[in-house]
């Protein structure tokens, strides 16, 4: 008697189509290392990028010295002496050695790069002393103010967003229009209405900022109070959008509070472009403290930069600005590289 079984042989062919179509754990496990070697080409072309664009602000930094009128050494001597008058030729020339003007340009410029990449910005004309120690006496102070006033823009920013996004056409409308005016707010214009306010008007704060805690107040929102419109505007678009996502309609369901839905669901997916443009605001925050600080008195990079600039120090003044332009890049490239490496997405991007 010859036995038959119905039962029919196991089929591996989807396995098999599904490994020729990409779709197998052969096929992920061939993937994933090309994937990793895009995503590490897209950093370090941004990488690149990054170095190319600190290269131009820096050579941007020196030819402007040049490009002043009138002979550098002579410059030097009349900022020291405070006043304008014929040197001699032994004085120019104990000038032109001690700062190397009497090197062909492309020297200088080439020593000006290694002392950059060493950390070196020269040395002042005015104090006699190296730029990067002055420059770090008063970094700190400027670097509290910035991140106090990112934090409050953020505070500001979800308080604002969550109370009137998706809250009707009315109320959406005013908290559009808010923000398009306090991100246009010029910084000089709201630190002296801020000031008159509040400093000489209720006298909540103290008119001469200082660096006590309760003097950073009126600086930090003199910066805060722009940045936090700019980011509103992107964050509501989002915000309003994620309010017609179905995990929302599905929170509901669930008998979920809407201020409960607003902090812990949509603000969660709305705040993703301001977290991008907060490696922006960092430098924004660092810039803006020129003006800032000399309208509320505060020591800081800041002041430096304005006293540096009535001197004509041209060595703080170009080491301040090559150091803006240092956080501007980094803070992007950190942003940059940390979204492509969460999202693979952003990898061709």
């Not at 196991?10 to 779709?23: A, F, L």
């Not at 730029?131 to 991140?147: D, K, P, R, Y």
């Not at 709201?190 to 009126?218: D, E, K, Y």
């Not at 994620?242 to 929170?251: G, I, K, T």
């Amino acid at each position: 008697m010859t036995l038959t079984s119905s039962a029919e042989p196991p089929r591996i062919e989807p396995d098999i189509r599904q490994q020729q179509d990409g779709q197998g754990p052969i096929a992920e496990r061939a993937v994933r290392p090309r994937r990793a070697r895009r995503t590490a080409l897209v950093i370090l072309r941004k990488i690149g990028a990054a170095v190319v664009v600190l290269w131009g602000a820096a050579t941007i930094a020196f030819f402007a010295q040049l490009a002043l009128p009138g002979d550098r050494a002579t410059t030097i001597l009349n900022i020291r002496a405070g006043q304008a008058q014929q040197r001699t030729p032994h004085e120019l020339a104990q000038i032109n050695a001690q700062f190397g003007l009497q090197k062909p340009v492309i020297v200088q410029y080439l020593d000006y790069l290694g002392g950059l990449v060493r950390g070196d910005f020269g040395t002042s004309y005015q104090q006699y002393r190296p730029v990067t120690s002055i420059i770090g006496e008063q970094l700190g102070s400027t670097v509290a103010l910035s991140l106090t006033a990112i934090v409050l823009a953020w505070v500001l920013m979800v308080v604002w967003v969550t109370l009137t996004a998706g809250r009707g056409r009315g109320v959406s409308e005013l908290g559009s229009t808010v923000d398009v005016v306090t991100a246009g707010l010029p910084a000089y214009w709201l630190g002296i209405i801020l000031l008159l306010v509040f400093g000489l008007g209720l006298r909540w704060f103290p008119i001469i900022s200082g660096t006590s805690p309760q003097g950073i107040v009126l600086p930090a929102l003199t910066l805060a109070i722009p940045l936090a419109g700019f980011m509103s505007q992107s964050t509501r678009l989002e915000f309003e959008r994620s309010l017609d996502q179905p995990f929302v309609l599905s929170a509901r369901m669930r008998g979920m509070g809407e201020w409960g839905i607003r902090l812990r669901h949509v603000l969660r997916h709305a705040v993703i472009p301001a977290v991008t443009l907060s490696g922006w605001a960092l430098g924004a925050t660092l810039s803006g403290a020129v003006i800032v600080e000399s309208i509320f008195s505060r020591p800081g990079i800041g002041s430096v930069l304005v006293t540096a600039v009535n001197e004509q120090d041209l060595p703080v003044v170009t080491g301040i600005v090559t150091l803006v332009a240092v956080v501007y890049v980094l803070a992007n490239l950190l942003v940059d590289v940390v979204y492509t490496l969460v999202d693979p997405r952003l990898e061709l991007s």
